[in-house]
């Protein structure tokens, strides 16, 4: 079988095409209620009283009054269990009861089946607070200006020591220093947060939803309710994107369509528009980042000292796993000697930050590829001859001390992507065209552009960090009909990124059978088991590998019974499954995952293997940059990475092309505006993202080198692209303009502000 490595068509793709796909808002239950929520005006404050509002029939004649005895109205008296989204410290209400901490947070919940009546009605709830003072940056809340909360407004914190930084700042020959900013980012999925929910106490709380991580809910509506996991039962729908922007945030939605179809007594379904879905649910992490980095004359690395900070917003949610990727991260794949980093999260009066694509990492990246650039200049050495002294090799350690077992080859990745992009060329006759323009001369036509070429150099580590997998104990089962049809039943959700069809592959490859034999179940806590949460670019590497083990559990089951030969054609396989469970009953195997060997990580002092596999990836921008009017433009994008083996072709291209063109939008266009704690520009309107004509040809090459622990040698690669992109812009508008920008999203008005 040659299955893997193939472009085999998505499993889903007819019925998405089609439009027989049902997405939860194509529901429709008998009875059922629509819910909205009423939210907080105030960034921080005590909430004095909540009114139902009910003014006499106006002037003319048309009765304006609210029937409120004919809603759902649920406060946070209501809850029958725990009033917290039960996640990792468990900080974060369903619904506020006494105090707001954030603007847009949950305080009351209505249903009613007429959805526009609804409407009016949540706008005739009148909430009265005491505010109080609030806490709007990173910079304030180190300050600390206020305590919002604990005891120093810190949520997590990390430190990462390796050699001894201290001593080498005397043995340097220079020491680069530098501040890199990164602002929020709206996950812009295409399909906003929707649930339905069933609740009562005899059969317990069934949820439909777009989602990534079934059992994170599963998980928080035992506790919001009280009751045994058997009475909880989530179902994944078709979901139309994530990007992290799922993950955390449907616990919470579905937490309140449950609580609302408890109290009434009818499904319930939540749906949030655009404007709500933007101003309400999770992005990216804002950023800062401090380098201080120490060098010999040479070029050479001797000391790192890197100060890593992110906004969590008002609840902790995921920013422990999120700071500990970015700092994992933050000295990129480079060999240093001696490496302190120090990272924090910090508690503003912001709406929650969570999760987004790539989880921290693209914020230091970016801080540490803009870096390496300035230390570069300082030393006098090109961008890509001083990395090149400084890239790690096999048999190296990173910053927590990992060993790079494998082979890794940047010089070969460089060497390609500079080939391909005809860098050197370009650098040499943009820097001559650029200098003849800054003597005055001009196109005919008007002003004519600059243009710059950058690159960027970087790693992603593939799964959870650390002990995460070990502590997960993902398991993945399967089972053959009498057809010897057989279905992967997983919680990993197919979210466009194409989950169905890699497992499909992977399964039908390790049996080899036909891949239209193979059947992914949908995501249902009642049918799957926990094979753990669709993030980290751990769906291949991590459960694709317990996909095959699974069904080779199946066919070794055959084996053992003596109805297969280990040597066996599809027809040999089907024959001894029908004979099975003619004999034995239901054919079924389960797979738990097993550490690779060797992989040791230490989370007291931080240090050990935080990977089993890392990407690695060269990435080349070349830009244009339009004086007049500040903008500037992408003009061609190449992206080299070394994943391992390239399970589809055509789904790992387009996992490299959209994350790039999502990582464009990072760069120079996404602009989240904030305005006393809420977001301002909350419309696809005014929330500016890289259309098609903002995207230039996104050029995409693969290197092999296999992994041993993936399946069919396979790694990660989800998130990568949106490391390295901003970094290479940025650097190539230096290129272009000789100025430095530090910050993302760099706007046209931000470049005015510098020049």
């Keep these: 079988m040659t299955l893997v490595g193939k472009s085999i068509p998505r499993k889903e793709g007819r019925k998405k095409v089609t439009g027989q796909a049902l997405y939860v808002d194509d529901l429709k239950f008998d009875g059922m209620l629509h819910g909205v929520t009423v939210r907080s005006s105030v960034p921080r404050g005590s909430i004095k009283n909540i009114s139902f509002d009910n003014p006499p029939a106006n002037a003319g004649g048309s009765d304006l009054s609210i029937p409120w005895d004919e809603f759902t109205i649920v406060t946070a008296k209501d809850i029958p269990g725990e009033n917290y989204v039960a996640l990792i410290l468990n900080d974060q209400p369903y619904l506020a009861e006494n105090t707001v901490n954030h603007a847009e947070e949950p305080i009351v919940l209505l249903a009613h089946h007429d959805k526009y009546l609804l409407e009016e009605a949540r706008r005739r709830v009148k909430i009265e607070y005491e505010e109080t003072p609030a806490v709007f940056s990173l910079e304030e809340s180190l300050a600390p200006k206020e305590i919002i909360w604990g005891e120093d407004n810190v949520f997590k914190k990390f430190l990462v020591n390796k050699g001894n930084v201290e001593e080498a700042w005397a043995h340097a020959d220079f020491i680069v220093e530098g501040e890199y900013e990164t602002g929020a980012q709206e996950q812009l999925y295409i399909e906003t947060n929707g649930v339905i929910a069933t609740a009562n106490p005899a059969e317990g709380v069934t949820v439909w939803g777009s989602m990534q991580c079934p059992y994170y809910v599963h998980k928080a509506l035992i506790k919001l309710f009280g009751l045994p996991e058997e009475k909880i039962r989530v179902i994944q729908t078709e979901t139309g994107g994530g990007f992290g922007g799922k993950e955390e945030y449907p616990s919470l939605i579905a937490g309140h369509a449950a609580l609302l179809a408890w109290k009434s007594g009818k499904p319930v379904k939540m749906i949030y528009d655009r404007a709500e879905d933007m ?22 690395l001797l000391a790192m000292e890197i100060d890593f900070v992110i906004d969590g917003g008002a609840y902790c949610t995921l920013s422990p796993v999120v700071l500990s990727r970015g700092t994992i991260h933050a000295a990129g794949p480079y060999f240093c000697p001696n490496v302190r ?11 929650p930050h969570g999760a987004f694509r790539g989880f921290g990492a693209p914020q230091s990246i970016f801080a540490l590829e803009r870096h390496m650039d300035k230390v570069a200049k300082t030393l006098g050495l090109s961008p890509e001859e001083f990395r090149r002294r400084n890239f790690i090799k096999e048999g190296e350690t990173t910053a927590t001390n990992q060993v790079i077992r494998e082979h890794v080859d940047l010089d070969g990745l460089l060497n390609r992507a500079f080939e391909l992009t005809d860098y050197h060329a370009k650098r040499e006759r943009f820097a001559e065209e650029n200098g003849t323009q800054a003597s005055g001369l001009q196109h005919a036509g008007g002003v004519r552009t600059k243009k710059g070429i950058g690159f960027a150099t970087f790693m992603h580590g593939a799964g959870f960090t650390g002990s995460g997998e070990v502590y997960l104990q993902s398991v993945v089962g399967a089972e053959a009909n009498a057809n010897g049809q057989v279905k992967v039943l997983a919680a990993s959700t197919e979210i466009g990124q194409g989950t169905n069809t890699i497992f499909a592959q992977i399964a039908a490859e390790a049996l080899g059978i036909d891949y239209d034999l193979i059947e992914v179940a949908q995501p249902d806590t009642g049918n799957v088991p926990n094979s753990g949460p669709t993030v980290a670019s751990r769906t291949t590497m991590i459960v ?13 089951t055959l084996v053992g019974s003596g109805l297969l030969k280990e040597e066996s054609t599809q027809a040999d396989f089907q024959k001894a499954c029908a004979e099975y469970t003619e004999k034995f009953g239901a054919l079924k195997s389960t797979s738990q995952y097993q550490p690779p060997p060797g992989i040791r990580w ?48 055509v789904l790992a291209a387009g996992q490299i092309e959209g994350g790039v063109a999502q990582a464009i939008g990072m760069a120079l266009y996404e602009n989240v505006v904030w305005q006393d704690g809420r977001m301002a520009n909350g419309q696809m309107t005014n929330y500016i993202m890289p259309t098609a004509a903002d995207l230039p040809p996104i050029r995409v090459y693969f290197e092999e080198n296999r992994y041993a622990f993936g399946p069919g040698g396979a790694k990660g690669i989800g998130e990568l692209p949106m490391d390295g992109p901003a970094p290479a812009i940025l650097n190539a508008i230096e290129n272009a303009t000789g100025i430095s920008f530090n910050r993302i999203p760099l706007m046209p008005e931000m470049i005015l502000q510098v020049v």
């Design 279 to 300: 101003v309400a649910t999770t992005k990216r992490h804002p950023s800062r980042t401090r380098h201080k980095t120490a060098l010999t004359k040479d070029g050479k």
């Design 341 to 351: 980093i120090l990272s924090k999260a910090v508690a503003t009066n912001m709406p």
């Design 544 to 556: 694709g590998k317990l996909v095959e083990s699974a069904v080779l559990g199946l066919k070794q």
């Design 602 to 649: 230490d989370d007291e002092k931080y240090e050990g293997d935080a990977y089993g596999a890392f990407a690695w990836a060269v990435y080349v921008a070349e830009i244009s940059y339009d004086p007049l009017t500040y903008e500037a433009h992408v003009d061609d994008f190449v992206a080299v990475q070394e994943i391992g083996r390239v399970m589809n072709p």
